[in-house]
């Protein structure tokens, strides 16, 4: 019969604490009971000291063990050989730890600063456990067996992709070292850990009900970089149109649909900065003047898109074939205005971000609303051309981020996701599906086939019908000189 050597007391399932001493139990093959939540005895919570949870109880009448390693420790030195055998030397268990200790700051840092600080130790702590792992001569950090310091760190190298301060900023050894991601994946996919590891949506809507600081605020980026790959594909589609054959309207038609698209989620979002984002950065920083030369820029893009878009519609009444100058124009302006936007999308993220990173995470939620509302609005067509040309990881970040803004059971979120749907790669969409599986109405977790991509024409045509305009225009900050205030809700 095996001998139970204790009991486990954890006061929630998700702690990878208590998952670091059922990984180590499992592996050194002993027996422990475990008891959750509300099941603990009132006798052995009353001695446990606030956040000191797991603790262990020995079945010998020992001591009551406080802490994970002390715990793991009681468990070696019951398990005879494969104790031994299991048992890390110090050096390796204090990289883990100290890497660990990174992680926890990182993500409780809540104060922008501190967390920058503590991204730089988290790489200098990644990097320290990789030498580890280089010179231990075999697949784990314990060389040829899957150890110790290796259980310390797998349940946290499980939930770092969905703790949100961290995905945002991945650290670099997670893309550059090939060696590196296969021991991440090998020791998260170790049995022992597998049969108790949390599920990922569970960890994904823990760590984003949870998280201090971080989310919302990248959305200003988020949207850049859509702007940026419809500014290149653009850019692409017009230079040397004037060297082409010139026989129809067709592809000078869908670049003139494309800037459409773009001017208009441009508009969008510099009326959102203008309303919202710069009175509360102005209020911030208390500088009524802080965000006027961003104003301006703006006032400056209205007069270039208009006549830019004017510019394509002249070529497009030209006769085909005989419009060599009128292309060449053009291009030569999408260059010219495309080079005055992306220094206006520097400059705002050199001088507003580091400011917007040290709003309250209230106040980002507010914006984010106030920005999410104005789309669903206004821009109900672009969301999907726009989130076709962001990177998939800043597409995964803004629906993340939405979904603080939004119910997922919601109308509003069903039409988001279904304009995104229509736009994504099948590749790109999967990740979606993957990602938000729990908040996906059933009808689209289908992957679209490649051939019913929505189309720029499409969506322009839409938008036109939905919200007309004869200019593009961007509303002026009403509130600017006020004190911050976000305009009324409703
Ligand atoms: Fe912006
Ligand atoms: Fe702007």
Redesign the pocket.
């Known amino acids: 019969m095996v001998m139970i050597l204790g009991t486990l007391y954890n006061n929630g399932y998700l702690c990878p604490f208590s998952h670091r001493v059922l990984i180590a139990s499992r592996e050194l093959n002993v027996s422990i009971d475990t008891v959750y939540c509300a099941d603990i005895p009132a006798a052995v919570r009353a001695v446990v000291p606030d956040g000191g949870w797991p603790v262990f109880v020995p079945s010998d009448g020992g001591e009551m063990l406080m802490d994970s390693s002390d715990i793991i420790d009681h468990l070696i030195d019951h398990s005879g050989d494969s104790g031994r055998n299991f048992r890390s030397e110090q050096e390796a268990l204090a990289a883990v730890e100290a890497l660990v200790a990174c992680i926890r700051k990182v993500t409780m840092a809540g104060k922008p600063t501190i967390q920058r600080e503590y991204r730089q130790k988290l790489d200098l702590a990644l990097a320290r456990v990789d030498e580890i792992r280089r010179g231990a001569d075999g697949p784990f950090l314990g060389g040829d067996h899957f150890s110790q310091a290796d259980c310390y760190v797998a349940p946290f190298l499980h939930r770092l992709p969905f703790m949100v301060e961290i995905r945002d900023h991945i650290p670099e050894i997670f893309i550059q070292e090939d060696g590196f991601r296969a021991w991440v994946d090998r020791v998260v996919n170790r049995p022992s850990f597998q049969e108790i590891a949390p599920k990922r949506y569970v960890l994904r809507q823990f760590y984003a009900e949870n998280a201090k600081y971080g989310k919302p605020m990248k959305v200003g980026r988020l949207h850049h970089s859509g702007f940026r790959g419809m500014w290149a594909d653009l850019s692409a589609r017009v230079s040397g149109l004037e060297h082409r054959v010139d026989r129809d309207n067709h592809s000078l038609q869908e670049a003139r649909d494309l800037c459409y698209l773009l001017f208009r989620t441009?508009a969008l979002?510099?009326k959102f900065?203008n309303l919202i984002l710069f009175p509360a950065l102005d209020a911030a920083t208390g500088d009524s003047l802080f965000t006027v030369d961003?104003i301006e820029?703006?006032e400056h893009?209205v007069g270039e898109m208009n006549s830019l878009l004017e510019l394509f519609d002249r070529a497009l009444g030209q006769k085909p074939g005989s419009r060599a100058d009128t292309l060449l124009v053009l291009a030569t302006e999408v260059e010219r205005v495309k080079e005055g936007q992306l220094a206006?999308?520097d400059y705002?993220e050199a001088t507003f971000m580091p400011v917007l990173a040290e709003l309250d995470v209230e106040q980002h939620l507010e914006m984010l609303r106030g920005a999410y509302e104005m789309c669903i609005l206004e821009r109900p067509h672009v969301i999907g051309v726009l989130t076709s040309y962001m990177p998939i990881e800043n597409v995964l970040s803004l629906l993340d981020s939405l979904l603080q803004a939004v119910e997922p059971a919601s109308e509003q979120w069903r039409q988001l996701l279904t304009e995104i749907h229509a736009y994504l790669t099948p590749e790109k969409w999967l990740r979606v599906v993957r990602r938000f599986e729990e908040s996906l109405p059933t009808s689209l977790m289908v992957v679209p086939s490649g051939s019913r991509h929505g189309s720029f024409a499409t969506a322009a045509r839409a938008l036109e019908a939905a919200v007309p305009v004869d200019r593009i225009e961007i509303p002026k900050a009403a509130l600017h000189t006020k004190t911050g205030a976000f305009p009324p809700k409703d």
């Open positions: 441009v979002h510099a900065e961003g820029q703006h893009e206006h999308l705002e």
